[in-house]
C-alpha cells in the first residue's frame, strides 16, 4: 500500500506550508517534534521533545540495544503526546509524519517506524521515511536558512562522512571512515580514562584542565591523498596510555591529547575536501553536523580550517547537534515537498548509506546481512 497525494494541487503541498510530525528512536533517545516548512524553505520548529535513556544505560558503560528498544516502548506515545500539546496541535493539522527508518539499532527503529505508520494510516497522512544522517545533513537548516548545495562533514558517534550535499536524496560521498567514527574513538577512550557515559563531554569536560603537549599519539593516513579518516589506531594507542595514567592531571593531559588529535585529523581531512570542493564549485559553504559537532574544541578547529579556505562556516544550535527528532520532521518535509513519500511497509534498515552507489561500488567495509556501511 503506498500513502500517496496530489503534490500538484493548488495550494497543496507542493506549494504551501508543511507542518509535519517527526519521531527518532534510532539509539538512546526517544523523541518527536512538529516542524512547519515554509514555502520558501524556511523551517520553524513548533516543539521538540527528547527522552534521554543515559541513566537507562550508566551503569553499563554504553548503549543496552534491548533495553533501548523497551524504552522506546515505554516512552514514545507520551513523547509524542507532550510535542503535539507544545506545538499546539491536533493531528488534523499535520499534513504528513516522518520516522527514521535507519540506520541504527534496529529494533529501536522499528518502534518510532511502526509508531509513525500507525499514524499515518490512523489520520489518512502520508508516511515519510527518513535516514537518520539525512536528518544530520539537514539540521543546520533548522538554525537558520541555509541553501543547497553545501560540502557537510557528518561526525558522530556512528559516522564519519564528508559529503556533497544538493538536496535530501542526493548526497555524493567523498570521504568516510575506513574503521572507527570520531564518536565512537571519544566515547571508547573515555570509557578506558574510566569517565562516565556518555564519554565524549566527559573527555571534554576533562581536557579542559589538560595539556596534552606531553603525549605523542599517531596520526593517520597521512600519506594517502584522499578524504576518508581512520581512528581505530588512535583509538588504541590512547587506551593503552590511559592504563599508564596514575593522577587525574595524567588523566586530563590525556584527555586534552586526545580531542586535539581528533580536532587535527578532523580537520586535515576536511582541508583536503574543501580544496577539492572549491575547484568544483562557486558557493563556498562548510556545514559540520552530528554529535561530535558539539564539542567545542572540533567546532572551533573546522572553523578555522573552513576560513583559511574561503569557506563560510555553519554547524546547527548545539540542540540539534545531538539525536533529536525536528531534524527528522525537517528531512521529511522537504521530501514531502518532492513528493517523495514512502509504502506503509518500508522495513526498518540497520544499515543504510547516504550515497548507496558509492557505498555498494566503492566500499570502505564489506556489505553484510545487513547490507552496505557507509
Keep these: 500500500m503506498k500513502m500517496a497525494a496530489d503534490y500538484s494541487s493548488e495550494g497543496g503541498w507542493a506549494t504551501g506550508a508543511l507542518t509535519v510530525l517527526g519521531l527518532e528512536t534510532s539509539c538512546d533517545e526517544t523523541a518527536a517534534s512538529v516542524v512547519r516548512l515554509s514555502p520558501e524553505g524556511e523551517a520553524t520548529v513548533l516543539s521538540s521533545v527528547v527522552h534521554s ?222 580544496k577539492a570542493y572549491a575547484e568544483a564549485h562557486p558557493h563556498r559553504l562548510f556545514v559540520v553536523a552530528g554529535g561530535v559537532a558539539a564539542n567545542r574544541t572540533v567546532r572551533a578547529t573546522l572553523q578555522a580550517t573552513a576560513e583559511k579556505n574561503g569557506f563560510a562556516f555553519l554547524a546547527p544550535p548545539m540542540a540539534y547537534c545531538t539525536d533529536n527528532a525536528a531534524m527528522i520532521a525537517l528531512a521529511g518535509a522537504e521530501r514531502l515537498r518532492k513528493g517523495l513519500v514512502s509504502d506503509i511497509d518500508t522495513a526498518a534498515r540497520p544499515r543504510w548509506p547516504l550515497d548507496e552507489y558509492s557505498a555498494l561500488n566503492d566500499p570502505t567495509h564489506a556489505p553484510g546481512r545487513k547490507g552496505a556501511k557507509a
Design 53 to 274: 535513556q543515559i541513566d537507562d544505560h550508566a551503569a553499563y558503560g554504553g548503549v543496552v540495544p534491548e533495553i533501548a528498544a523497551r524504552s522506546h516502548v515505554e516512552m514514545i506515545d507520551g513523547v509524542v503526546r507532550r510535542a503535539m500539546e507544545e506545538a499546539g496541535l491536533t493531528y488534523e493539522a499535520l499534513d504528513g509524519v516522518a520516522a527514521t527508518a535507519g540506520p541504527g539499532l534496529v529494533g529501536g527503529v522499528m518502534v518510532g517506524l511502526s509508531f509513525g505508520k500507525a499514524v499515518a494510516l490512523a489520520r489518512g497522512l502520508p508516511l515519510i521515511a527518513v535516514n537518520h544522517l539525512e536528518g544530520h545533513a539537514v539540521s543546520a537548516r533548522l538554525g537558520q536558512p541555509v541553501d543547497y548545495p553545501f560540502l557537510l562533514l557528518l561526525v558522530s558517534g556512528g559516522h564519519c562522512q564528508l559529503l556533497e550535499v544538493r538536496g535530501v536524496g542526493e548526497m555524493t560521498r567523498l570521504g568516510t571512515t575506513i574503521d572507527d567514527a570520531a564518536g565512537e574513538a571519544f566515547d571508547k577512550i573515555a570509557k578506558a580514562l574510566g569517565l562516565g557515559y556518555p564519554g565524549g563531554p566527559a573527555l571534554e569536560k576533562l581536557a579542559e584542565t589538560g595539556d596534552g603537549a606531553r603525549f605523542d599519539l599517531p596520526r593517520a593516513l597521512l600519506g594517502r591523498k584522499d578524504c576518508d579518516f581512520s581512528f581505530s589506531g588512535l583509538k588504541t594507542a590512547a587506551a593503552r596510555l590511559a592504563q599508564a595514567c596514575e593522577t587525574d592531571q595524567q588523566r586530563a593531559d590525556l584527555a586534552d591529547a586526545v580531542q586535539t588529535a581528533i580536532a587535527r585529523q578532523l580537520s586535515e581531512r576536511s582541508d583536503r575536501a574543501l
